[in-house]
């Protein structure tokens, strides 16, 4: 940390109470964010904080993420996938062509463009070698043919980065490439019904659909068929990070709010916090939370350096949330029946949780890469 980025702290909590969190409920009902929030976030500078300035961005690195990740995460808004939105940024920053990175940075980080990425599919999940969108080349466009599902601000999406077969004759990862998509009026191009979901009820997750769907050639990430697989391998430890961060922050946040209640409610005479169950359970809570922020800090400090490797990655990911869900499973315990109310945050906190060991790979994948690096060693 530095004075610069205290600074830039204070500004992402001031708009995170004045424009997110009075809105939450609304939210939640409508399954979406307001649009509007987007290019209020662009205006403020909270969209591409680690862009260079050159391609509209605010010239900072992941730190300025992290913060805005963990102060979403200290007032329990998981409305607003800002995280999926950099996720796209960073695709095309270390993936596009430098015509590419002209065109479509600056309007990211305005949030005149929402980003979206297009991975999973029916029947798919985190198998991404069993794609089975194609996009076949025909003159100066590729056509595109598929669906997608559980797609992170699919509603609001005007920049998509769709996962697909250039080559469907070849098998597993070959074949793959990344196409940008351009959603704004483009025909043959179909959102389709916001999913309903346990919980992380006001974040758009849709589904799409793409019958015909005519994308210029130029569009192709990086200008190269076939180098998809290899692009999502590459992007996917900052993917992983993200959630890691944000899972670290909601573990901390539970704790804190438990810590507040305990120290108030009363239960056969006495507070909760003497009761030895409640001190034990919060100290272990809080040692092991303790350990996965100085692991998730080391982390951080080796993407600023450009040194975060896959299985480091998988680690922070898998650590961070599964002490999520523990955490705050323990949490919600000591809140007693309470704590199922979902006008305490911890009953929410509870029902966005569950998605963390899911999506960006589950945690059973990221089992198998950890392992796969041990066993090259």
Known sequence: ?????EVFRDNVRRFVAEDISPHEKRWAQQQ???????????????????????????????RHDAIILEEQSYAGNTAWAKGVHEIVVHYVLACGTEDQKKRWLPKLASGDMVGAIAMTEP??????????????LDGDNYIVNGSKTFISNGLHCGLLIIVCKTDASLPGSRGI?????????????????????????????????????????????????????????????HERLILAM??????????????????ERKAFGQKLIEFQNTRFTLAELHTHTSLARSFVDR????????????????????????????VVDACLQLFGGYGYMLEYPIAQMYADARVQKI?????????????????SE
């Open 123 to 136: 029947g798919t999940g985190s198998d991404l070698q069993s794609i089975r969108s194609t996009a076949r």
């Open 1 to 5: 940390m530095s004075s610069e980025l």
């Open 299 to 326: 982390c951080v400090e080796q993407a600023v350096k450009g040194e975060l490797d896959t299985s480091t990655a998988s680690m922070a990911k898998l650590a961070c949330t599964d002490n999520q869900c523990r």
């Open 177 to 237: 490439s990344l196409l940008v998509a351009e959603t704004d009026g483009l025909p043959g191009f179909r959102r389709g019904r916001l999913l309903e979901k346990i919980g992380q009820k006001g974040q758009d997750t849709a589904e799409l659909f793409f019958e015909d769907v005519c994308i210029p050639a130029e569009n192709l990430l990086g200008g190269r068929e076939g180098r998809g697989f290899m692009q999502l391998m590459q992007q996917l430890p």
């Open 246 to 263: 944000g899972a670290q922050a909601a573990a901390e946040q539970a704790i804190a709010i438990t810590l507040d209640y305990v120290k």
């Open 32 to 62: 979406s964010v307001d649009r509007e929030l987007w290019t209020k976030a662009g205006a403020l500078g909270l969209l591409c904080p680690a862009v260079p300035e050159a391609y509209g961005g605010a010239g900072g690195d992941f």
């Open 359 to 375: 999506y960006g790979g589950s945690n059973e994948i990221m089992k198998e890469i950890i392992a796969r690096s041990l066993a």
